[in-house]
């Protein structure tokens, strides 16, 4: 059973910064590519970024420069630094794991419950 925690949501001013955490297990670590999907209210599901078992990263073009995926494998913890945030960075933020990074949610198979990121103007 795979199990994701996120944590390190919560509120901040546009221009503020902050670095989301996701627990997982050292075998989610070792056997899958891992990332972060975002959703805002009435708006579909989109990629953040992801990083595979290798360490590699990619990142939409509309988050690169801003937004760092990285992950610690002796905590067994993914992270996402997200620096001058915008109001339009509100939403719930999900952690994934997939045998594959996809772009599509579809792609992924395993899903944690979500941290809240709220940005104020």
């Known amino acids: 059973q795979v199990q994701l925690v996120e944590s390190g949501g919560g509120s901040v001013q546009a221009g503020g910064s902050l670095r989301l955490s996701c627990a997982a297990s050292?075998?989610?670590?070792?056997?899958?590519?891992m990332g972060w999907f975002r959703q805002a209210p009435g708006k579909e599901r989109e990629g953040v970024a992801s990083?595979?078992?290798?360490?590699?990263?990619r990142y939409p073009d509309s988050r690169k420069g801003r937004f760092t995926i990285s992950k610690d494998n002796a905590k067994n913890t993914l992270y996402l630094q997200m620096n001058s945030l915008k109001p339009e960075d509100t939403a719930m933020y999900y952690c994934?794991?997939?045998?594959?990074?996809?772009?599509?949610?579809?792609?992924?198979?395993?899903w944690g419950q979500g941290t809240q990121v709220t940005v104020s103007s």
């Open positions: 990083i595979d078992k290798y360490g590699g990263a």
């Open positions: 050292e075998f989610t670590y070792s056997r899958y590519c």
């Open positions: 994934v794991a997939g045998n594959t990074c996809g772009s599509r949610a579809t792609m992924w198979n395993y």
